[in-house]
């Protein structure tokens, strides 16, 4: 660790920074579960609610995000899981637990389904696909109201805590639904970061930067989209089943493209393309119709929720543009810095050389015939033009 222009300089991979990464897990943890004990039970159920709209947004940001594929569709995918769960629950008596399972497997289905015909578009008619299919699914649920409650609502849908002393109680269900909730982020967070950290996840990135290239180069268009799409439907969808497990009633307006639309507003606040930046977003969207509402109270019952969401939203656009993520990321970069470790060449350059440079573990170019492009760190083409070896890091969020 060094200073470098009144900053610190981390090496990657460095006590350092291994101590500054779990000084910042620790503090996570710290927060998620200290927040029972520091918020009463109304609040707490609030932060439940706002980490449900977290974990579609996480959702989204894996197809919109990392993959460049506008949906408008993403509320019928979280309605998809309430409905699911709340029915299966309901009225055929299956655990919620189980029935969480069916949401991510139906919705999977349903998201690359839907991502078929939109292979064949680009741009604005990808988000025309979807947008029917939000604009269908509230009719759909009102249509069968024998199954669904129609326009009346699904009433009782419920997930019981378990006999435990920690979950009796007055506040016993709001913990339990926290924790759920709390646990559904954290998974969905986690699949997001291993996929992007994959040779999979790098393909999602070289379609959205050039799709051409990236087919060019070997990526398969059809099921990596097709996956994406479905993952980003099935998580989704998990949170729709956590969010009928807690909220108990379920109506077709609670899923409306007016959602959907709340939900790309919090992926571009929070910043797009960011692991931390959907959790951000989701707190506040789902925020901001509770300020409106404090506001509405003390001026005659105006509804602020829409200009306080716009005035955010053109802030963030114009003076924002990586959202709150990077405007804290640039804070954190005027402190430290995280360098790269220097990569390290393959086997391939360590290949013996005249002079025996490679046999004593050297690079030195001594003895090498002349244009062959020996240099330390680069690897020859059958021409004698050098070529960097490339580096064997991950893709990093």
Not at 20 to 41: D, F, K, N, Q, W
Not at 175 to 203: E, K
Not at 298 to 318: E, H, K, R, W
Not at 347 to 359: L, Y
């Amino acid at each position: 660790m060094t200073l470098q222009h009144r900053r610190i300089v981390i090496v990657e991979g460095s006590v350092q920074h291994i101590a500054l990464r779990l000084t910042r897990a620790a503090a996570i943890i710290a927060v998620v579960c200290g927040l029972p004990y520091m918020v009463e039970s109304f609040r707490l159920g609030q932060i439940t609610g706002a980490c449900t709209y977290a974990m579609v947004i996480v959702g989204l940001n894996l197809l919109a995000g990392y993959g460049g594929q506008i949906s408008l569709g993403h509320a019928a995918f979280f309605g998809l899981g309430a409905y699911t769960t709340g029915v299966l629950t309901t009225k055929h008596g299956v655990p919620p637990l189980a029935s969480f399972a069916v949401d991510i497997v139906l919705a999977f289905a349903a998201g690359a389904l839907v991502a078929l015909p939109a292979l064949r578009l680009k741009g604005i008619y990808v988000a025309l696909v979807t947008l029917a299919v939000g604009l269908i699914f509230p009719a759909l649920v009102s249509r069968f109201d024998s199954l669904t409650g129609g326009s009346a609502g699904l009433f009782g849908v419920s997930y019981d805590p378990p006999n435990m002393a920690y979950f009796s109680g007055f506040n016993g269900g709001t913990l339990w639904h926290y924790w759920l909730v709390v646990a559904g982020l954290g998974l969905s967070c986690l699949v997001v970061r291993n996929l992007m950290r994959s040779r999979f996840g790098r393909g999602v990135v070289a379609l959205r930067d050039n799709e051409s290239a990236a087919v060019v180069m070997g990526v398969q268009r059809i099921p990596v989209r097709a996956v994406t799409f479905g993952t980003s439907a099935a998580i989704a969808s998990l949170a729709g089943g956590l969010f009928a497990v807690t909220n108990g009633i379920l109506t077709p307006d609670s899923f409306s493209l007016l959602l959907t639309l709340y939900f790309l507003a919090g992926m571009i606040i929070g910043g797009t393309g960011s692991l931390w930046g959907p959790i951000f977003g989701g707190f506040v969207v789902y925020y901001v119709p509770v300020w409106a509402a404090d506001l509405s109270s003390l001026n005659a019952g105006t509804n602020y929720a829409g200009v306080l969401l716009g005035a955010i939203i053109i802030v963030i656009t114009f003076v924002l543009r990586s959202g709150a993520v990077g405007l804290l990321r640039s804070a954190t970069g005027l402190i430290f810095v995280v360098q790269p470790r220097t990569p390290t060449a393959t086997r391939t350059s360590r290949r013996s050389a005249p002079g025996g440079a490679a046999a004593s573990g050297g690079s030195s170019t001594e003895g090498a015939p002349p244009g062959t492009g020996r240099h330390p760190g680069h690897d020859t083409t059958p021409d004698g033009a050098a070529r960097p070896v490339r580096s064997e890091a991950s893709y990093r969020l």
